[in-house]
């Protein structure tokens, strides 16, 4: 699982001045009404116990005074330098001070991302897994303390959310609806869902779950197919990049090399500056690789 920390976010002191502003929080949250469950399914309210309205009040908050703080220090430096702009100050503090209000507010959604990449990256073996115990005759609640004890990464740890909230007297169906809600995975809320609405109705769990797994098998397949059609140009990008480019140009400086008056393209700091660009590329290459890769697949 991602680690959740948030710039300034461990301050009590930030916390507790910022919460003068929960106003401001409030309004903010029905301009950008998304950051609410944003917040909510990062996991933020859990690690910080702050709801969406205190975070967007500590954003706000914590904007303001670095744009007080940037606006007075670079007055006070454009002035001591007898700039001609000295009001540049506030100008430049107010952009700095909006670009981390953007990036305190893209935060969470970041986290979101990673983790829906961790939680997907297991979600078929798990349901799997929790399909055949229960076919095996295996309560729901038996069978999600297995896969809380089991090795599915984030998966597991939502399970052991469950089981220690229905140890502490919650009905299962109750606290199942509520991780469906915070959960950020598309598949797993769906596979939740049909959970929580065959305990309901009291109908086949087993059926209705072998119904979501054949779903994201199909889907994992899909994505297989758009994942391949994708590394077929990056894989001849790389060709052409990292590989016949580099080639071609180092034959064609050994040869020009030997021309009068082009001694210096033999140089060995050329061939060193070759070998870094290449080694650059060749990580940035593995690292699109490994960012196009489809959650589905796992490993």
């Known amino acids: 699982m991602p680690t959740i920390r948030i710039p300034m976010l461990d301050s009590r002191m930030i916390r507790s001045t910022s919460r003068v502003f929960i106003g ?4 903010l949250l029905h301009i950008f009404p998304h950051m609410k469950a944003t917040v909510e399914q990062s996991g933020v309210r859990e690690e ?11 954003c706000f908050f914590v904007s303001a005074m670095m744009f007080f703080g940037l606006s007075g220090l670079l007055t006070a430096v454009l002035m001591a330098g007898k700039a001609k702009m000295p009001m540049l100050g506030p100008g430049i503090g107010a952009v700095l001070g ?3 209000f953007v990036y305190l507010l893209v935060y969470p959604q970041s986290i979101v991302n990673k983790r829906v990449k961790y939680m997907e990256r297991n979600l078929l073996f798990a349901l799997r897994s929790l399909l055949i115990q229960i076919r095996s005759g295996v309560s729901v609640f038996d069978a999600m303390a297995s896969i809380a004890m089991g090795n599915y990464g984030a998966i597991a ?3 052991k959310l469950v089981i220690e909230k229905v140890n502490a007297g919650l009905p299962v169906v109750e606290v199942l609806e509520e991780m469906a809600v915070r959960n950020p995975s598309i598949y797993f809320r769906r596979a939740l869902w049909q959970v929580v609405n065959s305990l309901k109705s009291g109908s086949d769990v087993g059926k209705n779950l072998e119904d979501v797994i054949r779903s994201l098998a199909k889907e994992q397949l899909v994505e297989i197919g758009r994942y391949k059609s994708i590394l077929n140009p990056i894989a001849m990008m790389y060709m052409m990049v990292a590989v016949i480019a580099p080639s071609l140009g180092i034959t064609m400086l050994i040869i020009l090399s030997f021309f009068p008056g082009m001694e210096k393209l033999g140089n060995e700091g050329i ?3 070759l070998l870094v660009s ?3 590329m060749q990580f940035m290459f593995l690292g699109l690789i490994k960012s196009k890769r489809p959650n589905l697949i796992g490993g």
């Open 24 to 27: 401001v929080g409030a309004i």
């Open 48 to 58: 910080y116990n702050i709801d969406s309205r205190e975070y967007m009040a500590f």
């Open 98 to 100: 909006g670009v981390f």
């Open 157 to 159: 740890d939502e399970f």
């Open 271 to 273: 061939f060193w500056g």
């Open 278 to 280: 290449v080694t650059f």
